[in-house]
């Protein structure tokens, strides 16, 4: 490793009190979130620390609090890594082994905000209607067991329940996941999840809690025996909890913050008043993209997106797959896509991330609906774009025809990697005929939108890349969609 930089490692004032709760306290929330509210509390002060709550892992909470919350965040720069130590979490709390302290916290006059990083599939609201998804597991769970929560929903309402008997002001709510509309459909989740218990409770979070919504961007890899290495070296000190990322950082952020929040500005954050043309610029183009290297990469036997990126005719799919999806999408003042597709390349191929194709790869059911299938609906009639959309998705077919043709029959849930694991494997069973595996895989129920199971065209389009792919695979499928 090369010229180590110590420039960026600050210390600041820690003398400041909690007034955040933070749901998910996973690398990416290290590296976005916790890092912007350093940054501003160290540039405006504030009692803006954050209390970290994680609603499965301990060590983590453990690894955390060993150290006063405080952690080493390694950003991968192309001339060598820079360490910074990150001071704004105060302590973290385990809430699957008491959930007492975590509604002490979110009851707590000083907290002001809660953020939310818990990946889509922890919601449990369904997408169309923003209803609950009243078999989701901690739905379930959370409804009839309101006082012992152990899910996102039933945590937040419990917590606004005790809020309003003390004549606590709400927490304004910040859903930081990668879900379309995220204020929005996090507002009509938890509204829909009170009024099932309590009608009263439901009106007075439709009148008093705000819901901004946000769109967050910095590509985190899963921390490595690598990343507790490079922070040894570049800090002196052994830290389990250090995470690496990339240099590059973006958060837009809905301003509608009745009781205040941290100076995120100093960090760089954007406040707007619609984020909604920003989240769904990053869905389509940037996580789409991923979720194609993902896929593809899979399929072709690359490792680390960096390593897909390398290859030409790779990097110009994803190209074409960035300028199929911004055509998706009506103008946004003050960005060019093409040029935010370039850079968006660029990160891709940063030789210093070590991105895995495989943690992309998960959760497909929940991931492509915003990235592949929203962006295909809102194809004209005919469009030749339709394409690369039609290959992401045979990809993922694919990916899931070969899991469980190679997965040893008690591995086959924790190789496929997806909530609907269960339903993928009862739908495809043995079945190798593409038609037939489309036909299995698309129509799982409340999945693909009515107007993709209704079009011809889009099935037509993912049958002949799926047949490609399973009889030729990626590197012809890749050369033909090229050629088209
Ligand atoms: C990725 C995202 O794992 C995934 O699905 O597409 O986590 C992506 O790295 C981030 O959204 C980047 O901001």
Known sequence: MSNPDLSDVTSHPDAATAGIVHIGIGAFHRAHQATYTDTAMAAKGGNWRIIGVSLRSTDIVDALNAQDGTFTLIERHPDGPKARRITSMSHAIAAARDITPVLEALADPAIRIVTITVTEKAYGIDR????????????????????????LLGLLVAGLKRRKEAGVRAYTIVSCDNLPSNGRLLRDGVIDFAKRLDPGL?????DNVSFPATMVDRITPAATAATRADAKYLTGLYDPAAIETEPFSQWVIEDAFPDGRPAWEEGGAILVADVEPYECMKLRMLN?????????????????????MASDAFSRLVTLHM?????????LDGID?????????????NREIAHETNQIAMDGTEKLPQRIFAPVCDLPAGSKRLGTFALCFAA?????????????????DQQLNDPRANDIVKAVGNHQDPIVIYEKLAYLPGWMPQQLQDDSVWRNAVIDRLSLLLSEGADTAIKRELAI
């Not at 439901?202 to 439709?206: G, K």
């Not at 300028?323 to 103008?331: E, F, I, K, R, V």
């Open 128 to 151: 169309v209607s923003g209803m609950v998804q009243a078999e989701h597991p901690s739905v379930k769970h959370d409804l009839a067991n309101p006082d012992k929560p152990a899910g």
């Open 202 to 206: 439901a009106a007075w979070i439709t």
């Open 288 to 308: 789409g993209s991923h979720s194609l290297i993902a896929y593809m990469g899979q399929l072709g036997g690359y490792r680390y997106v960096r390593d897909a």
């Open 323 to 331: 300028q199929n999806a911004a055509a998706t999408m009506p103008p």
């Open 337 to 349: 896509f093409s040029d935010y597709g370039a850079d968006l390349v660029a990160r891709f191929g």
């Open 396 to 412: 993922w077919l694919a990916v899931m025809r070969q899991r469980i043709n190679s997965a040893k029959p008690n591995e086959v």
